[in-house]
């Protein structure tokens, strides 16, 4: 089973809000990644985490904050986002973090809007 | 210079018709290719990883030239539910991501 879920599907926050993404996977995988897509345009690494800590941040502003309380789950913690912020947000596993060697398993993403 | 480039499309084919994309990486030390399928407003989904003796599952066929630097993917006999947007993935010291193909197929 190639399964990772996210939740919720949608959010809408203002730009005050504190909001959590959540994404949980029960392959073994080890390595964990949020990526953000705009519409029309392909994702774009955010963050990878590798055996639970954070291997790759891609300059991603301060008011995105990950976190991986263990193997199988991945947090991402929004504060003071801003309109642009709005996007898909992309969950992703894979069994290694072996720089961009094994396959890469999606979850269906939150499509988020800040208000 | 994008790390992995793809002609953005549409193509716009009819039913039956054979369709191929291209994809061209610029990092000689990439070590892993795939192709996904993402459908709108859906998430990416793996269609097939992309092997040096190249490889074939029923009507797709993907190709690499490592030499030239692409990969390629031959889609035969399309079906409606091929529309879709095709996106190149190549491994290096990370995963980097084409722009997308889209691809119409209309009866």
């Known amino acids: 089973d190639t399964e990772v879920t996210q939740t919720p599907k949608h959010l809408v926050m203002g730009m005050t809000n504190k909001k959590s993404l959540k994404c949980e996977q029960h392959?073994?995988?080890?390595?964990m990644y949020w990526y953000k897509q705009k519409a029309k345009k392909p994702p774009e690494l955010m963050f990878v985490y590798s055996y639970e800590k954070l291997s790759i941040n891609e300059s991603v502003p301060s008011r995105f904050s990950p976190e991986c309380p263990n193997s199988s789950l991945l947090n991402l913690h929004l504060h003071a986002l801003q309109p642009e912020d709005s996007a898909l947000y992309l969950c992703?596993?894979?069994?290694?973090?072996?720089?961009?060697?094994?396959?890469?398993?999606f979850g269906p993403g939150t499509r988020l809007t800040v208000l | 210079r994008k790390e992995v480039e793809q002609d953005p499309g549409p193509f716009n084919v009819p039913e039956g018709a054979t369709v191929a994309f291209n994809c061209t990486y610029s990092n000689s030390a990439s070590q892993s290719f795939f192709w996904y399928r993402q459908d709108c407003r859906k998430e990416p989904k793996l269609l097939m990883s992309?092997?040096?003796s190249g490889n074939e599952d029923g009507r797709f066929t993907a190709q690499l030239n490592r030499a030239s630097q692409y990969i390629s993917l031959l889609i035969r006999d399309s079906k409606l539910s091929d529309s879709a947007t095709y996106l190149c993935v190549v491994g290096a010291d990370k995963f980097y991501f084409g722009s997308g193909t889209k691809l119409n197929v209309k009866p």
């Open positions: 392959m073994g995988h080890r390595a």
């Open positions: 992309v092997y040096s």
């Open positions: 992703a596993s894979s069994q290694r973090d072996r720089g961009g060697s094994d396959t890469q398993y």
